[in-house]
């Protein structure tokens, strides 16, 4: 008699989107877990809306880099907003 599988349950992708509106919609943006047996990696996703999936990878290894720029960007665009609306 073959000793019974564990089984685990791993949630490999979020989606986020604009209050009510579709899975599908053009907002939506898909983060996900992803392996091509080189190890894990992070895609984010979103479509274009002519079915192209336009997609950045993320090795763990870069992501504090990438956050820190993003969220440098992020904050020149608040404060050009900002300037702006004066």
Known sequence: MSTPREFETLITEV??????????????????????????????????????????RIDHDEW????TAIDQMILICETRKEKEEV
């Open 15 to 56: 989606t986020i989107l604009p209050k009510g509106a579709a899975i599908y919609s053009e907002m939506a943006t898909a983060v996900s877990l992803q392996d091509e047996a080189g190890g894990l990696f992070v895609k984010v996703s979103q479509s274009s809306g002519n079915d192209v999936e336009e997609c950045i």
């Open 64 to 67: 504090s880099h990438i956050r």
